[in-house]
């Protein structure tokens, strides 16, 4: 009998299929001391799916990206995470949670330890977990080389700090340090927001592939409309207009206002 | 623009050059002398006292009959040691408190600074005598009394470091990436605040010498017979009314002028590190 994820999963996780790579259910986060910048936000990806989230800049999509990556603890609500529910946040979140989530930042320059060689960007995770042994360089190549070379990095370009080489070279290399412990679920947080075409078109490529080889879920949050609607299969519009906890009614959850395409 | 003009944004090639000379010949002279002219500290020469500075005693004679020039050198020499070791030993205790309190955040944070706040609010230097009263007298206790009282400024600065780095998006890509505390502390914290700390330390040294120098001379420091900077003025205070001036004046200079020279350069090192004038070179 074939095994498939079903099988060992509840009995009402048999009857509707696999649980979602990630659920975020009435979120509201925000920074101490400023009124919440997300409010009550529900959304789901489903295993092995592509979801878009548009919204304008400020909105508070990239701190839903870092509640979702348990990067930032949430004032209310919860997550769950192949439905497994979430408990800790950063260092207080288990370490498999957390190294199955693959996250693409924004900016690169910032998103990267300047210290570090491309290659060393690239392979600190392996080093972190010790999924390869932190002085062992020739196994941590095993891992970079291959992954470089799909995202479109050159090997001379692997020796080079992140002042040396430009933002679009910075994301390829920041692109696959979040794929290099192959992660179910990959967010990725107007990661094409500040490159070209080409740079974008590789990037996008190399996502898919990656996700084509390992069915990993997908969350892409950005502006673009139309590059999401080629990305993804299902957009969610954002709520435009946060409104107050206290005044008026609450905004639709995105559960409500996502449509398919 | 003639070199002695200071560029704009406060560069002096000039002093900078001035200060690694001095430090680079009294640097060799603190090494190589004792190789070739061994001080015996115990010895005097009564019938060679107070002699003007000569040929033969470019410094003239103390006191005792002793050479100052020699004891000068001898005299930096410990001075030196004392003060690096001291600075060093403060900038490494600063940077461990420092670097754990703006990692560690929250209660810790808190309770570090206060008693922060309670070292800086007792004089350093009466602090470093109390400390120095529990030894007898020697160049351990010296450098404990002054590493100990030093640490407080390294730890600021750490820790302001650490607590504006910590925020980073790549400290975020790391933890998403699996690290740890401790390696994020290690690998992308700490090395991105050794130099502000190594900064730190050097700017430290010639404040050490300052107080080494200042226990020695109210005679808390090292053992009177030594040759020491703060020892030789102590010695030769009576004198100097006298009219005879250079067994005060040379160990005066031999503090002044060193110092002066390491805090130049560590003056030309801040400029290099100067986050905004390194940005406005890479534009």
């Avoid at chain 1, 794929?179 to 990725?188: A, M, Q």
């Avoid at chain 1, 078109?201 to 390992?214: F, G, K, P, Q």
Wanted: aromatic letters at 6%.
């Amino acid at each position: 009998m074939p095994s498939t994820p079903e099988a060992s999963g509840s009995a009402v996780q048999r009857e509707k299929g696999p649980a979602p790579a990630l659920e975020l259910r009435s979120i509201t986060a925000g920074y101490p001391g400023r009124p919440p910048v997300v409010r009550d936000v529900s959304l789901t990806v489903p295993a092995g799916e592509s979801v878009a989230l548009l919204g304008p800049s400020g909105c508070g999509k990239s701190t839903l990206a870092r509640v979702a990556a348990l990067l930032h603890r949430p004032d209310a609500g919860s997550v769950s995470l192949h439905g497994a529910p979430v408990t800790g946040w950063r260092y207080r979140a288990p370490r498999a949670q957390r190294t199955s989530i693959g996250f693409v930042f924004q900016q690169p320059r910032t998103a990267a330890d300047p210290r570090l060689t491309l290659a060393d960007l690239i392979a600190e995770p392996l080093r972190a977990t010790r999924a390869v042994p932190r002085r062992d360089r020739a196994a941590a190549d095993e891992h970079v080389r291959p992954l470089a070379a799909s995202v479109g990095l050159t090997g001379d370009l692997l020796t080079r700090r992140p002042h040396e080489v430009s933002d679009g070279q910075l994301q390829r290399a920041c692109l696959a340090r979040a794929l290099v412990l192959r992660p179910s679920l990959l967010i990725c947080d107007e990661m094409t927001a500040m490159l070209d075409a080409s740079t974008t078109a590789t990037l996008v490529n190399a996502v898919e592939s990656y996700r084509a080889e390992t069915g990993a879920a997908l969350l892409a949050i950005g502006h673009d409309r139309p590059l999401l609607t080629r990305w993804c299969a299902r957009l969610v519009d954002y709520p435009a207009l946060p409104v107050p906890a206290s005044a008026g009614p609450r905004p639709p959850s995105l559960r409500e206002t996502a449509h398919h395409h | 623009m003639t070199p002695l003009q200071p560029e704009p944004g406060g560069r002096n090639p000039m002093r900078t050059r001035v200060s690694a000379g001095i430090v680079a010949v009294l640097a060799l002279a603190v090494l190589s002398v004792p190789l070739f002219f061994p001080l015996d500290q115990q010895a005097v020469n009564l019938r060679e006292t107070l002699l003007p500075p000569s040929w033969e005693h470019p410094f003239g004679t103390d006191g005792s009959g002793r050479d100052v020039l020699l004891r000068c050198v001898y005299g930096l020499r410990v001075s030196l040691f004392v003060g690096i070791v001291a600075a060093f030993g403060a900038a490494l205790i600063g940077t461990a408190v420092g670097a754990a309190a703006g990692l560690l955040g929250g209660r810790t944070d808190r309770f570090v600074m206060r008693i922060v706040d309670t070292f800086s609010s007792v004089p350093h230097l009466m602090l470093g005598i109390f400390i120095i009263a529990m030894f007898r007298p020697g160049v351990w206790p010296v450098i404990l009394s002054i590493g100990l009282t030093h640490w407080l400024s390294t730890t600021r600065i750490v820790r302001a470091e650490v607590l504006s780095l910590r925020g980073r998006p790549y400290v975020d890509a790391a933890v998403s990436g699996g690290a740890s505390r401790i390696r994020v502390a290690t690998r992308h914290l700490v090395p991105a605040v050794l130099p502000q700390a190594g900064l730190a330390a050097v700017l430290l040294v010639p404040h050490a010498v300052w107080h080494e120098t200042a226990l020695s001379f109210l005679g808390l420091g090292l053992p009177s017979h030594q040759a020491s900077l703060g020892n030789m003025i102590q010695d030769s205070r009576g004198t100097l009314l006298a009219g005879d001036w250079w067994p005060t004046l040379f160990p005066g200079l031999f503090i002044i002028v060193p110092t002066l020279a390491i805090a130049g350069l560590a003056g030309a090192w801040r400029e290099r590190l100067n986050p905004r004038r390194r940005s406005e070179l890479m534009l």
